[in-house]
């Protein structure tokens, strides 16, 4: 399965190549101003290679970007061996590529060690066979000397920064594993305990109600209380099926053009009852046309989500506002007149079970999952989805999305 390289890894390639140019263009300006113009011209021509390849891996194709950069380097370094020869160690440039793909994770293993061994064999012949002319060109002895120190001084300073690179690679790792680890615990605290209420609610009843004849009325109001926490546990299992399922990117998004003001109005149209039953209207501010690329369906789940939070918290007489606009990315805002959110418990919104009313409790038919999921969905989509107390009172989420061609 392909994978992409890790944000890490771009950062640093991007640093890799620049740095690469920038030591090209120096080392070009500094032989101007001695007698060697063939290695000026060499200098300006791989400066220039350099700088090519940074705009491919700026275009995005990284995996293209990689090999070129290989290639610039193994070529810059037989011009060298063939000018100089190797008593400068020159060929020790070669050596450079040999620990970097350790760093391509999104390479198969088998290309990534062919991109190890290749540069260490033809680093080895460079320095083991002896070249059959002498080379065009002589440095005198402190020249050469001050050569070689300059080639290990460089490979040292980029096999310390891959090296540290990779220590920083692993802390990012654990943290990042700890972290999982301790969300899944959480998750699993709270799931059980979620569980453990309705169940022994359930049992309890039952227990009470088969420890003595009854009436039919109260045998009646058994099984009412056992199908509320039948239903309940019922909810939450489908609702943790749904969020291990956006958690886990198996949301895949199937894009069609999509006409966003009337997406939003059915939606309202939809859920305009349901508001109504609690005090509630629900309004909407949407350009006239504005359509672009996504799922509908999940788009829909997303904001019903969104909807159904504040039908159940803004509270009677208020207002629901659906708004929508583009400048120049594409935000959607669900906002209400209702009480807000303590600002304490914004950081913690979208965690799973959440609730931040805790008085509003599983009699409401809720299991604090709503939010994750919508969170995740909005992950699918390349969008992000963050929330806010709305100005003067209330609460807001806002949905931006990363990068969507509009057509208006």
């Not at 101003?33 to 995005?60: C, D, K």
């Not at 939809?270 to 350009?287: M, V, Y």
Request: hydrophobic share 45%; net charge neutral.
């Amino acid at each position: 399965m392909k994978t992409a390289p890790s944000t890490e890894l771009i950062h640093f390639l991007n640093r890799f190549l620049l740095g690469g140019v920038f030591i090209r263009a120096v080392v070009a300006l500094w032989c101007s101003s001695t007698s060697y113009p063939g290695l000026t011209l060499l200098f300006v021509e791989h400066t220039g290679a350099s700088l090519l390849v940074w705009a491919i891996f700026r275009s995005g194709r990284i995996n293209l970007s990689i090999i070129l950069m290989g290639l610039e380097v193994f070529i810059l370094s037989l011009r060298l061996v063939e000018l100089f020869g190797t008593a400068p160690l020159f060929h020790i440039h070669g050596l450079i590529l040999c620990p970097l793909p350790l760093l391509f994770v999104h390479i198969p293993t088998r290309p990534r060690w062919m991109m190890m061994v290749i540069p260490l064999l033809i680093t080895f012949v460079l320095a083991l066979v002896p070249l059959a002319d002498p080379p065009p060109m002589v440095l005198s002895p402190r020249a050469e000397t001050t050569c070689s120190f300059i080639n290990l001084f460089l490979f040292m300073i980029v096999c310390m920064g891959l090296f540290l690179y990779q220590m920083r690679r692993i802390e990012v790792q654990t943290a990042r594993a700890e972290t999982l680890a301790r969300q899944r615990s959480q998750l699993i605290a709270d799931l059980s305990h979620e569980w453990k209420t309705p169940l022994a609610a359930i049992l309890a009843k039952i227990q009470a109600t088969l420890s003595r004849p009854r009436e039919p009325e109260a045998y009646r109001d058994a099984l009412a209380l056992c199908e509320r926490n039948a239903r309940y546990l019922k909810t939450l299992t489908l609702r943790m099926v749904d969020y291990q399922k956006a958690e886990q990117h198996h949301l895949t998004p199937l894009l069609e053009e999509t006409d966003l003001p009337a997406l939003i109005r059915d939606l309202a149209n939809t859920l305009t009852a349901a508001a109504e039953a609690q005090g509630l209207r629900i309004e909407t501010n949407l350009p006239e046309h504005l359509s672009f690329q996504t799922d509908p369906i999940l788009l829909s789940m997303l904001l019903q989500n969104l909807i159904a939070n504040a039908i159940q918290h803004a509270g009677g007489g208020t207002r629901i506002r659906l708004t929508a606009s583009v400048s120049p990315q594409l935000s959607l805002q669900v906002e209400d007149d209702g009480p807000g959110i303590p600002p304490d418990k914004i950081p913690y919104f979208f965690d799973p079970f959440f609730r931040g009313n805790p008085s509003r409790n599983r009699d409401g038919g809720t299991v604090g999952l709503g939010l994750s999921i919508a969170r995740e969905t909005a992950h699918a989509l390349g969008a992000e989805l963050s929330a806010r107390n709305a100005d003067p009172h209330g609460a807001c989420f806002d949905l931006r999305f990363s990068e969507k061609e509009i057509v208006k």
